[in-house]
């Protein structure tokens, strides 16, 4: 684990800071941070001289625990601050860093001649952004960069596995990257699956609308009593998520302000033609409706047919199409990790999402959306656990705000990427090359919801065609609001069960599920049966949406970041408890699908009926 390499690093600088103490102005190099090259990465090549690199170093934020503790108290449906949501004001004072945190790094600046106008910094100050050569970087940081190649892929970029800061900037400074971020975000960790070998959908669809045996033609759900059309264990289209689901509410309280957002990375582009197509067939109503597009960072629109993304379109389509008509928003996010030198692309960024989270975190309150899905994530362990730390703080940040952070939770099971679960090696990346379950980040981070997914109708289970990322953070510890759920899965387990395999006291994900199998799509022109934990993520974020809709008409407040209400005791008969399959990784059978929370489905699917009446 990453642990052991976090505290070697902690016990080498203290014990050296009486040394450094002697030249408090520029201080001897130290070790900040260190890794080991991931696994499948081998060093490539030198970096051109001139190489720009876009350097984010983030400073320490004292008070976030008083940010924490205002988080929990305004997201628990049972304490009297429920909905009492934090301003962008009151945020960016809770996460400022100490003066002497702001002059020590700005002296440290000042000593390598930088000026002011040559760094940006965030609203709160936590975070500077500098523009550099990498040869100047190498100098900062006392360090060497290389091009490093992903073996498989092809794939590089530009790291080292070490950096170094005066000793007397340790207190001063959390994280700086890219330095030794090794993560290459990835659509729900995988490519989507497309399933066309599936009989023709259209005429399944067809069928289900047109025969005189259309009342024959349901199941019940055994758990929850929803009567849904047959055709739904075959294609999930909205009117089967809304059957499925117990989803009957008209939206009432629409503004002309996005209340649901869609993130898009990696050149994933949402097309109107396609929405268009869709709407025809799904949601005739919403058909000349569309969604407002924002650029973040440089992301383009391109409205090509051909260019139309997969997973654009499926998180656009569902979301939007369960929601409407509540307008949204997709956010378009340049930057593409993996980084490729020897195009002329002269910077490498490679953190798209810090990028949109700076974005978003920097609008005002009224203009975010209160209901976002991410579809993208990647292995806990290749995200530095310091980085992990500061942007799953960033996603507190957009809870006590009063915004709902969802995440798919990926669709390798307990496994790694590799996309043959038989042949996945599960290799920790801390030199020791022990054998792990590997979680997913940003899944396991506290302050979002994951979202497993599920298939088939009556009953559902969890879904198999992939395996629905589930497991337990090694960086993250286990939250208060799912302690009592999560240990008793883990104690019914047998004894010795995967012991030294994953961390039973880490944040455990998914939270809940939704359907993830066999979504009708249109995508370039055509219909297609898509599926991926990638779906269960936009459909539960169309439900948080309604909901909100129904609180704002009420003069409620968003519900927010979810967690403590989805784990409370008030909504207990909320979730359709999943109890079948399991999510097989890393040359093991996984975990299963239990009574209760387990870590293949969380609590189970939603009832938004049942929901709504507690909620709104
Ligand atoms: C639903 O589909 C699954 C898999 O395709 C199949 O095994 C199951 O029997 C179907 N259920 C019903 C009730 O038709
Ligand atoms: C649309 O995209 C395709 C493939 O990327 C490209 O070949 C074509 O020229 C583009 N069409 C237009 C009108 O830009
Ligand atoms: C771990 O694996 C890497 C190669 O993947 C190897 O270079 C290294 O020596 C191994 N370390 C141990 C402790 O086995
Ligand atoms: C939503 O409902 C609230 C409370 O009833 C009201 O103040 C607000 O104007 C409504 N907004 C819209 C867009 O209808
Ligand atoms: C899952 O269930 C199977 C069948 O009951 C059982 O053999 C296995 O031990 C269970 N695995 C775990 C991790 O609970």
Same mark, same amino acid.
């Given at each position: 684990m990453r642990l052991s390499v976090g505290l070697l690093v902690v016990a080498l600088s203290s014990s050296f800071n009486a040394f450094a103490l002697a030249d408090p102005g520029r201080g001897r190099f130290h070790v900040k941070e260190a890794v080991h090259v991931p696994?499948?990465?081998?060093?490539?090549?030198?970096?051109?001289?001139d190489?720009?690199?876009?350097?984010?170093?983030?400073?320490?934020?004292?008070?976030?625990?008083?940010?924490?503790?205002?988080?929990?108290?305004?997201?628990?449906?049972?304490h009297g601050r429920y909905g009492d949501h934090l301003s962008k004001e009151e945020v960016e004072d809770l996460v400022r860093p100490h003066p002497d945190s702001l002059e020590a790094v700005n002296k440290w600046l000042v000593s390598h001649g930088f000026e002011e106008t040559d760094i940006a910094r965030s609203p709160a100050q936590d975070w500077i952004t500098l523009r550099l050569p990498v040869v100047a970087v190498e100098k900062l940081l006392d360090t060497k960069y290389s091009v490093y190649k992903h073996i498989d892929s092809g794939d590089t970029l530009v790291r080292t596995t070490s950096y170094s800061l005066p000793a007397e900037l340790h207190d001063h400074i959390d994280v700086i990257q890219p330095t030794t971020m090794f993560g290459r975000l990835k659509s729900a960790r995988s490519t989507l699956l497309f399933n066309d070998n599936d009989e023709d959908d259209t005429v399944a669809l067809s069928k289900a609308k047109t025969t005189a045996d259309n009342i024959a033609a349901t199941l019940t759900n055994q758990v929850s009593g929803a009567v849904v059309d047959a055709s739904c264990n075959r294609t999930i289209t909205i009117k089967c998520l809304q059957q499925l689901y117990n989803v009957n509410y008209t939206p009432q309280n629409v503004s002309t302000t996005p209340q649901i957002g869609i993130t898009g990375y990696l050149e994933q582009f949402a097309n109107v033609q396609d929405l268009t197509s869709f709407y025809t067939e799904q949601k005739p109503e919403a058909v000349g409706t569309s969604f407002t597009y924002v650029s973040v960072n440089g992301g383009e629109n391109p409205q090509n047919l051909s260019q139309s993304g997969a997973e654009a379109a499926l998180d656009v389509q569902f979301?939007?199409?369960?929601?409407?008509p509540i307008p949204g928003v997709f956010w378009s996010t340049a930057g593409r990790p993996p980084f490729k030198p020897d195009t002329s692309t002269p910077t490498n960024t490679n953190e798209p999402y810090a990028d949109w989270l700076d974005y978003v975190l920097s609008q005002k309150d009224a203009d975010i959306p209160k209901s976002i899905s991410t579809s993208y994530g990647d292995d806990e362990q290749t995200v530095p656990r310091s980085y992990a730390i500061r942007t799953c703080n960033q996603f507190a940040q957009l809870g006590v705000r009063g915004v709902s952070v969802i995440f798919s939770?990926?669709?390798?099971?307990?496994?790694?990427?590799?996309?043959?679960?038989?042949?996945?090696?599960?290799?920790?990346?801390d030199g020791t090359n022990r054998t792990r379950f590997i979680p997913v980040y940003p899944a396991s981070c506290p302050f979002v919801t994951a979202i497993g997914g599920t298939e088939n109708i009556a009953p559902e289970v969890a879904v198999s065609r992939f395996p629905s990322g589930g497991g337990f953070s090694d960086y993250f510890p286990q939250p208060l609001y799912q302690l009592v759920d999560v240990q008793k899965y883990v104690a019914a387990l047998p004894?010795?069960?995967?012991?030294? #395999?994953?961390?039973? #006291?880490?944040?455990?994900?998914?939270?809940?599920?939704?359907?993830?199998?066999?979504?009708?799509?249109? #995508?370039?022109?055509?219909?297609?049966?898509?599926?991926?934990t990638s779906a269960s993520s936009p459909a539960f974020a169309g439900l948080i949406a309604l909901l909100n809709d129904a609180r704002a008409a009420k003069g409620k407040k968003s519900l927010g970041f979810l967690n403590p209400l989805i784990y409370s005791a008030k909504t207990r008969g909320v979730w359709n408890d999943v109890t079948v399959g399991?999510?097989?990784?890393?040359?093991?059978?996984?975990?299963?699908?239990?009574?209760?929370?387990?870590?293949?489905?969380? #609590?189970?699917?939603?009832?938004?009926?049942?929901?709504?009446?507690?909620?709104?």
């Open positions: 696994r499948g990465w081998v060093e490539h090549a030198k970096p051109a001289p190489h720009t690199i876009v350097l984010r170093i983030g400073l320490p934020q004292p008070n976030f625990p008083v940010l924490e503790k205002h988080l929990y108290e305004v997201s628990d449906p049972e979301a939007f199409g369960l929601a409407y939770s990926g669709d390798w099971g307990v496994g790694d990427g590799n996309p043959d679960p038989a042949t996945q090696e599960c290799i920790t990346n004894k010795g069960t995967y012991k030294n #395999l994953y961390n039973p #006291l880490g944040r455990a994900f998914p939270d809940v599920s939704t359907q993830g199998d066999r979504y009708r799509i249109w #995508l370039r022109g055509i219909a297609r049966s898509i599926g991926g399991k999510n097989p990784g890393c040359g093991t059978q996984g975990f299963n699908a239990t009574k209760g929370w387990d870590p293949v489905t969380g #609590l189970g699917t939603p009832n938004f009926g049942k929901l709504f009446d507690i909620v709104v």
